[in-house]
């Protein structure tokens, strides 16, 4: 199917895409490699909620994403990996090595005994080896579940007990920013307490020659080397489980969101090709850790079905200096540069040199996502990086999305600053306020609902489709909660203000407060805890925990460091809490609840007017906490 040419193009296929959902669909699939063809497009019934696209498709998705390729764009460039430290060589993956080196692993996975359905645990750093192994899980029908390689074993734990893992693939270590993380030792922490996995296959990354236990861990090395490099690709239905992909819920613990192979190989495809505008040949690059599902879809499974080349980068934007993602950007001539509005703020402040000392002409579009961008960083990004030439594509979208939702398209959509502009095709928004009624005009604000499926939705949360009832189509009855708040303005214009869950989002990533709560909860010292998000100039949001203790401290910055400390080990060190306050009561209404309303407004500093607090069963504690206010 053409993409989209121009605005009034857009207007067009968007008008198809609402009128006549199914034809639209039906048309934009048809351009991928079936082993048989969809009887129906769409069955759905959001109150089960029950959705599922392309019905009884069969597909391989990695059929998709390197053998449909291999005689047209075999020796181009499939994957260009940059390193960690930049004084090591960058390695070009061709699609022709990619595919080998995909069908090797996925061997490697068959003769562990890994079969179609079994959920195996991908935690490794982003090297090439962990492209192979999301790729080889999907082709032979393994549900990969990736966690990011910075959470704490405990984290680890969780997930792959929820998902009942029978296989780890990871590496014995990882570098990155300088420093040495020994992942392997993280895996061995988290065994003894996951009775389903069977094997552990290790990378040799830094060559730290961890303990390996006889029977059950293997070198990559002497399992994948020695693994023939054909391996047919297995039919999967449409509806068959692709990937797990943990986040995190405003109660609970997290939620493993599930997504299926037929639409969201169809529907990340599209996004992909049609927000960016991309162009045969256009390197791409997308800054996100392949932990997240940004990772998965847009360094992965979009770029490369879209056969473009994708760079998968190691390190983190300020190391050995600020100015790595210039350079290579300059080095490998990215043409499309996709990152997060956190990184752009944390750029934003070192000396303008590092960017101009760069030749980053090669750049014709850009990207942000994971939390609104404010304008100043939107007018830094667009003055400095894109020169004024390159359209920002501020793509609002999420986790159980799978894809983009709402976002411009590159030279076709009329930019506004720190708005995501409009849905793309498929994409029904509906704006609702409190009571549950849809805002029907524009030049309104409320919480964001989707009224109709599109094909990458989740299916369900693993294990657990009353939670996932209960969390997205519950609110609003016959619509999709994103959890999110938005303006839609005099023009159509959608801008997102953030969660009205409680789930903050800490440079881009989401953060539950009832897991953090519950981290902190594990010090001795501590008695209760309630964590709420604040402005923070970098991260977006920052963390607060306001804290209660058996005793009062004697030393508040010690304590405060083990809390930390806590934390970092149960979660992992994204969800330290940037300020914690001792408190000795937290304000609480008569049933119990505690009253975040009043917590947010002291952590933002808006301490003069409380809100009405006489339904808390004591009042005073919020004049103590007004008082301590760090
Ligand atoms: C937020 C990341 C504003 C939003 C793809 C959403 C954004 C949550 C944007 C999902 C954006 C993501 N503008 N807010 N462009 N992108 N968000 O699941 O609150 O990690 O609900 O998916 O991030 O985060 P998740």
Redesign the pocket.
């Given at each position: 199917m053409n993409l989209i040419q121009s605005n009034q193009d857009y207007l067009q296929q968007y008008k198809n895409s609402v009128e006549d959902p199914e034809k639209f669909w039906d048309e934009v699939a048809r351009d991928f490699v079936w082993k048989k063809k969809w009887n129906k497009v769409l069955e759905w019934d959001f109150a089960k909620p029950s959705v599922k696209w392309f019905v009884g498709g069969k597909l391989n998705i990695t059929e998709n994403c390197l053998d449909r390729h291999l005689k047209e764009r075999g020796d181009q460039r499939a994957i260009i990996w940059e390193p960690s430290d930049p004084k090591d060589a960058p390695k070009s993956i061709t699609y022709k090595e990619l595919h080998e080196q995909v069908c090797k692993v996925a061997n490697m996975l068959k003769n562990l005994g890994v079969k179609k359905g079994d959920r195996v645990c991908i935690y490794m750093p982003m090297i090439p080896e962990l492209a192979y192994a999301v790729l080889a899980c999907a082709r032979i029908g393994a549900v990969h579940s990736v966690v990011f390689a910075g959470f704490s074993s405990g984290s680890l734990v969780d997930r792959i007990t929820d998902s009942g893992c029978s296989a780890v693939l990871t590496t014995d270590g990882a570098s990155r920013g300088g420093k040495r993380i020994d992942l392997k030792k993280i895996v061995d922490d988290a065994l003894p307490k996951c009775p389903t996995v069977k094997s552990v296959v290790v990378f040799d990354c830094i060559h730290s020659k961890p303990p390996m236990q006889e029977g059950r861990d293997y070198w990559w090395h002497d399992v994948v080397n020695s693994a023939p490099s054909v391996c047919p690709a297995e039919e999967m239905d449409s509806e068959d489980l692709l990937f797990i992909l943990y986040?995190s819920g405003s109660t609970g613990k997290p939620k493993g969101m599930v997504h299926t192979c037929g639409g969201y190989m169809v529907y990340i495809n599209y996004t992909f090709r049609t927000a960016f505008q991309y162009k045969e040949g256009e390197v791409f690059w997308c800054t996100a850790d392949l932990g997240?599902?940004?990772g998965h879809s847009y360094i992965l499974y979009g770029p490369l079905s879209a056969g473009a080349t994708t760079v998968i980068f190691e390190g983190i934007p300020s190391w050995p200096d600020m100015g790595r993602f210039w350079q290579a950007i300059e080095r490998h001539k990215v043409n499309i540069f996709y990152t997060a509005p956190t990184a752009i703020r944390s750029l934003q402040l070192a000396p303008l040199s590092f960017v101009e000392k760069c030749d980053l002409s090669s750049l014709r579009v850009l990207g942000?996502?994971?939390?609104?961008?404010n304008e100043e960083a939107w007018h830094w990004y667009d003055e400095n990086i894109g020169k004024k030439n390159c359209p920002i594509i501020?793509?609002?979208?999420?986790?159980?999305t799978g894809g983009f939702m709402i976002t411009p398209i590159a030279d076709v959509t009329k930019l506004k600053p720190a708005h995501?502009t409009l849905p793309l095709p498929g994409v029904q928004p509906a704006v609702m306020d409190e009571n549950g009624k849809e805002l029907t005009d524009n030049g309104v604000e409320g919480r964001l609902t989707i009224k109709f499926p599109w094909p990458s939705m989740a299916r369900t949360i693993y294990g657990d489709h009353q939670r996932f009832r209960d969390t997205y189509f519950s609110t609003f009855p016959g619509k999709y909660f994103?959890?999110?708040g938005c303006k839609r303005d005099d023009e159509g214009y959608y801008r997102?203000t953030?969660?009205v869950d409680d789930i903050i989002?800490v440079s881009?990533?989401?953060m539950g407060t009832a897991e953090v709560e519950s981290a902190i909860d594990e010090h001795p010292s501590v008695v209760e805890t309630a964590v709420v998000g604040y402005p923070h100039d970098i991260k977006g949001q920052g963390i607060y925990a306001f804290v209660i203790c058996h005793q009062k401290p004697d030393n508040d910055e010690g304590l405060r460091g083990e809390i930390r400390e806590t934390v970092a080990k149960i979660i992992g060190p994204i969800a330290k809490p940037d300020k914690i306050q001792f408190v000795s009561g937290l304000p609480k209404t008569r049933s119990g609840k505690i009253m975040r309303r009043i917590l947010r407004k002291v952590a933002e500093g808006e301490l003069s007017n409380m809100g009405d607090t006489s339904t808390l069963t004591d009042p005073a504690v919020v004049e103590e906490i007004v008082k301590g206010k760090l």
């Open positions: 986040t997240w599902i940004t942000s996502v994971g939390e609104p961008i501020d793509t609002w979208w999420q986790t159980e995501a994103t959890g999110d997102i953030g969660r989002i881009g990533h989401n």
